[in-house]
Structures are given as structure tokens and as C-alpha cells.
């Protein structure tokens, strides 16, 4: 109401003038519009006649750390006949002319969270709560204040399989909690730090690890992590799981009726650097640190000679290399020089199939320069097999037909001179339906004689060509589901081979816009699980042609989006070596509520 008795008489004050002075049009008008724009500013205390205009005036001013952020902080003004409140980001300012000259302002900041409130300054030294406005005096209030950081704290291991080792580790410089553990792929977060470089972190690392590397995303060391205004540093723990070395001896003959001892040498870093072993031993280093560039050597021995030497990675031996949670094992193999007999298996490279025959032929040699008394090889029938005494063989093995699997049958060589070799066949049929496991025939026969019956072996691995196709179908019988309505699920599955496949089970997701219904049906999720819970139905061995099937039920939501018109369902059939053998899908039509009705009254 003042400020409209202001303007009322500003204008007619206005008129009077332009009747006078109608020559002095322009200046008249520039003046008029000159106090209209006087009117707009905020006053404290409202003009009006007869009043003196208040002297001081009051400038709020925002500064953030990190700058430029657009957060808005609330603030009250108060004092004499005065209440004001409003936001300011950073950079911005507000201004309070016309106060009354005096002290009893006061100026509050509402601090947002996830900030703090790192000074609050008047320019003449006023404090915050009682600031005094003297005649004429600009007073600028500076609230300054600084964004929280964060700390990440993340955790990974080589290998990265590793789920189960927990890592301690420590905080320090005011963070809380000041220890804590991880795992592989954890991590921990530490919010609302004060900006500062005071903060630390410790991994204690468990046995039979080792601290491969430890950053932090802005490069601060881990004894004293700077966080800056809002940052959010990242810092990681990179553990290596510590290898395992292991160098085992073999003899042929074994077992090694001299018991000759074998020499090694390794390099400085494997403590101890030199050792001996004898036929079966090993030697095992623990705790080794990943990396390549270790070395084994075997000094010569009389009366052997080293056959062969590998490592299982396949790392020479003189630079091994072992990967972090890596056991190697180098394995050296030594052959008697006095008498060397040797023995080697060939299947003529069939590849067998269930109720095939196969005819090993066995070629035995005495490649050394002594007669080898007794010589004797020594057949075990395979693992899914029985023995077959044909005609031609019957009377040059002491199996009996049929014999099963494990069965140890025997064939005399007798005297075998220096540099002389012979042959002979063995026979084993294969069972009419195989596991699923089975891939492979393996064979080893043993060559023998009086003073070594173990002197020699040989080796042979058939090919087996199998059969086993799991296949899954699923239907709905043709339902067609309301909101509301419950749906039940058949699948249908089969072994459409000829081998027994194990551990298969049927995996169901909870299809969208509905629940799972617990039946009593097998199934390891509970009544009432959501959209998109997986469930599990565990059906175990599945011989060869062997089928059955189970349902699945699922209720409908009651309320159901406008746009669904079918409910889509997706069940997955496997096992351990068929993991994903098959898929079975099925849509249920869905006759939903419409969403607009319409009805005719003809009354």
C-alpha cells in the first residue's frame, strides 16, 4: 500500500509538472521513469511520506569449493523489522539495501548434506549473528563452503575365480569404521570425508597371498590419501594368490631296484637352490611368487639317461613361468641304459562307438644290449570294456571272454635278446551304452621283466563317437490367461542319445507381470517369487532315449500395463558338460480388461 500512495503521487506530481512545462517534456519524463525504477528496489523498511530512507545495506555472497557447483543453499536474514529468506548457488548474491543503521542482523545458512560450512565472514568483522549496519555501509557477508568427498575402497585377486578369501584392512586419519574386510570384487565406501590429505589405508595380506599393486585414482599414496572439495577417490588392492612348484622324478624301470639318486639345481631364488630325489619323489615349493623365469636343472647320473622333462604349462625349463594360485608341476623321467625295454600300443586310429571291438596292437623292444629274462606284458581291460577272446588271440592271453572291466590279463614274452622287438594284438569290446562322460577309451599296458616287471609302458586313447542330444519342448495347452489367472506349464524333456547324461536340471526364469506358484513340484523357488527369479528343478541321471517332464506354474498379476498381450516364458535344459543343451519357449495369450468400456442406457 506505500508503495502504491508512491506512485499515486509521483504521478500527479507528474502532470502538474508537464502542464508547466511542456517544453521541458523529455527531462520530465527521464526523471519520472527514474523514480518508478527507485520504487522497484527491496527496501528493508518501506518508504513513505515523511520517513528517512534507511543507510546501510547488506550483501550475501556464495562460494563453493569445488566452484561452479549449482547446489542451492537456503538462507534467512533477520534483524530489525526485517525476515527474509532465499537460495543462492555458487557465484551468486544477494542484495539488502536500505537498512536501518545498527546492529541485530543475523544471517543463517541451512547446510544441504553432503557439505559442510567452512567460514562464514562479514567485511567489517561483524560475526554472522549481530551484524552491525553502520550510516551509509555496505556490509559483504561471504558464506563459503566446501563439498564432502569420498573414499572407494575396492578389492581384487589374481586368479579372479577367488570368492572366498577375506581381506583385512585398516582406516585411519579419522575414518570410520577403522577396520574392516573384503573379498574378491568388494568394496567399501567411506562418505562425507572433510577435504585433507591426513586419511590412510593398510591391507594386512593373508597367508599365502601377495600385494601385487595398490593405487588410488588421484594418484595419492595410500599413507596419505588427499580428498579434495567433492572428490571421490578410488583406491584398489590388486592381490596375487601365491603359486606352487613342483619337480617330481620318474625311472624307467620303475620302480628303480638301484634306488639311484638324481641331482637338481634351481636358480637363487627357490630356497633350497639344489636337491635330490629319488624314482617317485618330489620336491614342492610353496608360496611362490608369480612370475616367469624360474629354473630347473638335473645333472647327469650315471647309467640313465634323462628321457624326458616338461613342465605341465608348458613352460620351458628354463624359464618357467608360474601364474598367480598356479600349481606346475615339471616332471623329469630317466631310462636305465643296461636294459631298455620298450612297449608301444596303437588302436590303428578308429574311432569306436558303443558295442564296437577294438584291436590293439602291441609292439614290444629291447632296444638294450642285455637279454631281458621273464619279460612279460600285462593288460588291464578298460573302463567300459570286456575283454574279447577271439580265435586268433584266445590262447595268447589268460583272460577268460567277457572279461570285465579291471580285469588283469597277462601275455609271456619270455627271453627277449638285445635289439630284438614282437607284436601282439589285444581285443576289448565296448559296453552297449556309455556314460556321458565318456569320450574316450584309455589303455595302458605294461612291459615287464624277471629283475623290472615294470620297466615299460604303453599308451593308447581311443575316440569315442557318442550320442547324447538333451532336448526340452514346453506348452501352455493352448490357455488363454486372465489378470488373475493361473498358468501351468508342461516340459517336456529327453535324452535323444544313446549315453546317460548326469546332473541335469531345467532352469526357469518367473516370466514378466507374474509370480511363481509353489506347487509341491521340485521346484527351489518359493511361493509367490517375483518376475525374473530363476528356479531351478534338479532332475538328476538321464539314461540314453530316456524322457519325462514336469510343470511349472505361474500366476498372472492382477493389473497387468496396456500394452501386454502375452505372457513369454523361456525354460533352459542342461548339465555340466551340456550346459545349455536346450531351450523351450511357449507364449500364453493374455485377455486383458479393456481399458475404455462404454455402456448404452436407453433409458
Known amino acids: 500500500m506505500p508503495m502504491f500512495i508512491f506512485t499515486v503521487i509521483l504521478y500527479q506530481s507528474f502532470r502538474r509538472l508537464l502542464q508547466q512545462h511542456r517544453s521541458r517534456l523529455l527531462w520530465i519524463t527521464l526523471v519520472f521513469l527514474g523514480a518508478i525504477s527507485f520504487g522497484t528496489v527491496e527496501w528493508a523498511t518501506p518508504l513513505s511520506a515523511g520517513t528517512t530512507p534507511p543507510t546501510g545495506k547488506i550483501r550475501v555472497f556464495k562460494v563453493t569449493k569445488p566452484s561452479g557447483d549449482t547446489t542451492e543453499f537456503s538462507f534467512n536474514l533477520s534483524g530489525p523489522k526485517l525476515k527474509r529468506t532465499f537460495s543462492l548457488a555458487d557465484g551468486e548474491r544477494k542484495n539488502v539495501a536500505n537498512l ?20 562464514a565472514t562479514c567485511s567489517d568483522g561483524s560475526p554472522i549473528h549481530n551484524i552491525n549496519v553502520g550510516a551509509n555501509e555496505v556490509v559483504d557477508c561471504t558464506f563459503v563452503n566446501v563439498k564432502l568427498g569420498t573414499i572407494v575402497v575396492k578389492v581384487t585377486t589374481l586368479p579372479d575365480e577367488d570368492l572366498a578369501t577375506s581381506f583385512p584392512l585398516s582406516a585411519g586419519g579419522g575414518l570410520s569404521p577403522t577396520t574392516f574386510t573384503l573379498k574378491n570384487g568388494q568394496h567399501y565406501t567411506f562418505a562425507d570425508l572433510v577435504p585433507g590429505n591426513h586419511y590412510n589405508l593398510v591391507e594386512t595380506v593373508p597367508a599365502g597371498w601377495m600385494l601385487g599393486s595398490a593405487s588410488c585414482s588421484d594418484g595419492s599414496p595410500f599413507t596419505k590419501v588427499d580428498v579434495s572439495a567433492g572428490e571421490t577417490v578410488t583406491c584398489i588392492f ?5 603359486g606352487k612348484l613342483i619337480i617330481r622324478k620318474t625311472t624307467l624301470p ?21 636337491f635330490t630325489l629319488k624314482n617317485d619323489e618330489e620336491r614342492s615349493y610353496s608360496n611362490v611368487e608369480p612370475r616367469a623365469g624360474y629354473q630347473i636343472r638335473e645333472l647327469a647320473t650315471p647309467n640313465w639317461q634323462l628321457s624326458s622333462s616338461s613342465c605341465d604349462n608348458d613352460s620351458p625349463l628354463n624359464n618357467i613361468r608360474i601364474d598367480p594360485g598356479q600349481t606346475v608341476i615339471c616332471s623329469f623321467t630317466n631310462r636305465g641304459t643296461l636294459i631298455d625295454l620298450s612297449l608301444t600300443k596303437d588302436d590303428g586310429g578308429v574311432t569306436a562307438e558303443p558295442r564296437d571291438t577294438i584291436v590293439y596292437t602291441l609292439r614290444y623292444r629291447n632296444k638294450g644290449n642285455q637279454t631281458a629274462n621273464g619279460v612279460t606284458i600285462t593288460e588291464q581291460v578298460p573302463a567300459n570294456t570286456t575283454f574279447v577272446a577271439s580265435p586268433e588271440i584266445a590262447a595268447l592271453w589268460d583272460c577268460a571272454n567277457d572279461a570285465p572291466a579291471g580285469s588283469i590279463c597277462h601275455h609271456t614274452v619270455g627271453a627277449l635278446a638285445g635289439g630284438t622287438q614282437g607284436q601282439v594284438e589285444f581285443h576289448v569290446k565296448l559296453l552297449n551304452s556309455l556314460p556321458a562322460t565318456v569320450t574316450t577309451i584309455d589303455n595302458t599296458a605294461t612291459l615287464g621283466y624277471r629283475d623290472n616287471p615294470n620297466a615299460a609302458h604303453g599308451n593308447s586313447s581311443t575316440p569315442v563317437k557318442t550320442k547324447a542330444v538333451l532336448t526340452l519342448n514346453k506348452g501352455d495347452d493352448g490357455a488363454k ?4 489367472d493361473t498358468i501351468r506349464y508342461t516340459l517336456d524333456y529327453k535324452n535323444e542319445g544313446n549315453q546317460t547324461i548326469s546332473g541335469v ?3 526357469e526364469t518367473v516370466p514378466l507381470n507374474t509370480t511363481f506358484v509353489d506347487l509341491g513340484e521340485g521346484w527351489n523357488c518359493v511361493d509367490g517369487a517375483p518376475a525374473g ?14 524322457d519325462g517332464s514336469f510343470p511349472f506354474t505361474v500366476k498372472v498379476a492382477t493389473t497387468l500395463p496396456p500394452a501386454v498381450t502375452a505372457i513369454e516364458n523361456r525354460a533352459i535344459i542342461g548339465s555340466p558338460l551340456y550346459p545349455n543343451a536346450d531351450t523351450g519357449t511357449e507364449q500364453t495369450e493374455v485377455q486383458a480388461a479393456p481399458d475404455l468400456a462404454v455402456t448404452i442406457d436407453n433409458n
Do not use: H
Not at 238 to 242: A, H, P, T
Not at 256 to 268: G, H
Open 100 to 119: 536501518t543503521t545498527g546492529g541485530g542482523y543475523s544471517i543463517s545458512e541451512a547446510v544441504p548434506a553432503g557439505w559442510m560450512l567452512q567460514s
Open 238 to 242: 590388486v592381490n596375487k594368490q601365491l
Open 254 to 274: 620303475d620302480p628303480d631296484r638301484t634306488a639311484s639318486t638324481f641331482s637338481f639345481v634351481t636358480e637363487n631364488t627357490l630356497s633350497p637352490n639344489s
Open 481 to 484: 490367461a486372465k489378470p488373475g
Open 505 to 507: 536340471r531345467i532352469t
Open 533 to 546: 527369479t530363476r528356479c531351478v528343478r534338479e532332475i538328476g541321471s538321464i539314461g540314453g532315449g530316456k
